[in-house]
């Protein structure tokens, strides 16, 4: 089975301040993790995932397979980072399992 | 281009009605999904479609679900007897296709949702 834990359901920081969004997992064999975003009135989008390694929009996430962790990062949030974050989890057969997401408001 | 565009919006029906929802996937999608949010939680898997057929449907919740997807394109998503537990927001999503072996994996692309409601 697999399943995906975002312990924070929100999560308050101030313009120009680090934003952390934990996010954990439990699947017993190599997963691919994804963060999707849903900004205000506007559909699911994906944000980035692990695989690329790529920073969109500021944002990295590192796939700790030790902690079973991939937590997206922002060293200095914007006010338009105010979005619902999801972490999902892939296990290999194209469906995927996310999490119960994380608000985030970013206040000036 | 179009998005995933899927409709009605907004559907209110009552207690042990049916209901159809439907999905236009991106042009040239052979892939389409379907996942079902309730309040306060995340999506979750219902059906898989690669081309016309239902390559995985392990996450309908009973046979009171059902989706077809005829033509490989338009998919409808059809509930029968419809109870109040089923009012979640009913989203959909494609992909150009399903990833390859060795983990590759394609975006999916998600439309704006039904949210459906009944009383």
């Known amino acids: 089975a697999q399943r995906v834990t975002q312990p924070e359901k929100l999560l308050s920081v101030f313009k120009g301040a680090p934003v952390e969004l934990k996010c954990n997992y439990s699947?017993?064999?190599?997963?691919?993790l994804f963060w999707y975003v849903q900004y205000s009135r506007q559909r699911l989008q994906l944000l980035l995932r692990?695989?690329s390694r790529e920073s969109i929009k500021g944002f990295t996430a590192d796939l700790n397979k030790g902690e079973t962790s991939f937590h997206l990062k922002k060293p200095f949030a914007q006010e338009e980072d105010s979005a619902m974050y999801y972490c999902a989890l892939s296990g290999g057969d194209y469906k995927l399992s996310f999490g119960a997401g994380t608000t985030v408001t970013v206040r000036a | 281009g179009a998005g995933v565009s899927q409709t009605p919006s907004n559907k209110v029906t009552e207690k042990g009605k049916y209901v159809e929802l439907r999905c236009d996937p991106i042009?040239?999608?052979?892939?389409l999904y379907w996942y079902r949010q309730s309040l306060g939680q995340g999506p979750e898997f219902l059906i898989y479609?690669?081309?016309?057929?239902?390559?995985?449907d392990s996450g309908l919740p009973n046979d009171r679900f059902f989706a077809v997807r005829p033509e490989g394109s338009v998919s409808t998503l059809k509930i029968q007897r419809t109870e109040r537990g089923d009012s979640a927001v009913y989203l959909c999503a494609s992909s150009p296709q399903p990833g390859l072996a060795g983990g590759f994996y394609n975006e999916q692309f998600f439309g704006p949702g039904t949210r459906l409601t009944v009383l």
């Open positions: 479609f690669q081309g016309t057929g239902a390559a995985d």
């Open positions: 692990h695989i």
């Open positions: 042009s040239g999608h052979t892939a």
């Open positions: 699947y017993s064999g190599s997963p691919e």
